[in-house]
């Protein structure tokens, strides 16, 4: 790493808290512990822990300033250190190739583009907001679901690729990387945002990927991150993709994708997921080859047909308005039931509730059949002449039962 080791320099009789059991700290905690260090994890939203008796502290980049917690540990003079910076030193160097992924947008797409494409060498583990997989020549299996991508995970998620033999594992990482990488990528960082309660922009915590990278690693980047990087990607970089070709430094492959495929929205993810492919030898011709006739991942503006319906699936954790906007653009034609919301218990970041209102008030003549999910856009559904329902499958059972229509666009935020 770019910084001194911290938990390796700490002394037997060193206390460490870790802060936030909600993002990850009791599996950092218990990884510590496991290691001889004496940790402890601390809840810090409802609870203000005493931090007199602790000589390191580990912190959430997220966490607000404000925080009790993290502001007694800085009055008293505390070392306080990121989880990502944790996770790295307690990890790293690994055993097996890593690859880790950050940005503002298209982390879980280009992740499983990448992990899809790298399966064709060896066996490749992703760990993504889906869940974590297994990869064989391009065909994946869920091993385990419902971890977020807060960086402790990539503890389990190492875990489980050595377990199952993998050559590499490819981790998506909310707010940076943890320094773990032998390629660190950069998906995006166009539409920034605050977080910390508003007193960080989400791109400053995400250029961690640079500084905790360790000494050896690659760094590949989106042109739109404007920062010097060992391979970049997108219009004008090193690797690019139009729909029909895919393009490195002059030489290029045809790639044709499936029929049903929306090229706008898999663009940036497949030539994100070709630059680290490269970046780790793959020629573009092996990575044309991995891809052709890909028909796109659930929840990714996937296209389907169920008697008679054509069915397109928007819902995903990363979803925003922009992208429900987009998808309706795609939809149009025909009648149509959109299903739209979130289900807010298993998000960090809900929808934009006061734009996605304005979106549908703006376009309701588009939409035919109109489902609204979760509690806090009920309130909305007199207006918008909607039916409502608590989670994604109920609405989807909703809009099913509506006969006459041609398109199901599915747009919920969720994990899936």
């Not at 909310?174 to 539409?191: H, K, N, V």
């Not at 047909?305 to 653009?329: F, T």
């Not at 989807?396 to 935020?413: F, I, N, P, Q, T």
Request: proline share 4%; with cysteine.
């Amino acid at each position: 790493m770019h910084c001194d080791p911290c938990l390796s320099s700490c002394p037997g009789s060193a206390e460490i808290a870790v802060l936030d059991t909600i993002h990850g700290a009791r599996t950092l905690a218990r990884e510590m512990v496991d290691r001889g260090l004496r940790a402890t994890a601390l809840e810090v939203y409802h609870e203000n822990p005493d931090m007199n008796g602790y000589d390191l502290v580990v912190a959430p980049v997220h966490l607000w300033p404000g925080n009790p917690a993290i502001r007694e540990a800085r009055s008293l003079g505390k070392r306080v250190i990121t989880h990502h910076r944790a996770v790295g030193e307690l990890l790293g160097p690994p055993s097996m190739r890593v690859f880790e992924l950050t940005g503002t947008t298209g982390k879980t797409t280009s992740a499983l583009l990448l992990a899809r494409i790298l399966s064709y060498r060896e066996r490749t583990l992703s760990h993504t907001t889906r869940g974590i997989e297994i990869w064989k020549d391009g065909s994946s299996r869920i091993i385990s679901s419902g971890l977020s991508i807060t960086p402790a995970n990539m503890i389990p998620a190492l875990k489980e690729a050595k377990a199952a033999g993998a050559g590499s594992l490819v981790g998506e990482v909310s707010l940076g990387g943890c320094g773990l990488a032998d390629y660190g990528i950069l998906t995006s960082l166009s539409g920034d945002y605050l977080v910390a309660q508003g007193s960080l922009w989400a791109s400053t915590a995400k250029l961690q990927m640079a500084t905790l990278a360790r000494i050896g690693s690659l760094l590949i980047s989106n042109m739109d991150a404007a920062i010097s990087s060992d391979m970049t990607f997108g219009p004008g970089g090193d690797v690019s993709y139009d729909g029909s070709a895919l393009s490195f430094r002059g030489r290029s492959a045809r790639l044709e994708l499936g029929e049903g495929v929306d090229l706008s929205s898999y663009l940036p993810g497949i030539a994100c997921a070709a630059a680290a492919s490269i970046a780790a030898g793959l020629s573009v011709e092996e990575i044309a080859e991995a891809l052709e006739g890909f028909e796109g991942f659930s929840g990714r503006m996937m296209i389907s047909s169920r008697d008679g319906l054509s069915l397109l699936d928007n819902s995903n954790s990363g979803l925003q308005v922009s992208g429900i906007s987009h998808a309706l653009d795609y939809a149009r034609g025909g009648s149509l039931a959109l299903v739209a919301g979130e289900e807010a218990q298993t998000v960090c970041e809900g929808m934009d509730v006061p734009a996605l209102v304005e979106l549908l008030r703006s376009r309701r003549d588009e939409i035919d059949l109109l489902v609204l999910v979760g509690e806090r856009l009920r309130p909305w559904a007199e207006e918008l002449h909607a039916l409502t329902a608590p989670d994604l499958p109920s609405g989807l059972a909703l809009a099913e039962k509506r006969a006459g229509l041609d398109k199901l666009l599915s747009c919920v935020k969720c994990f899936r």
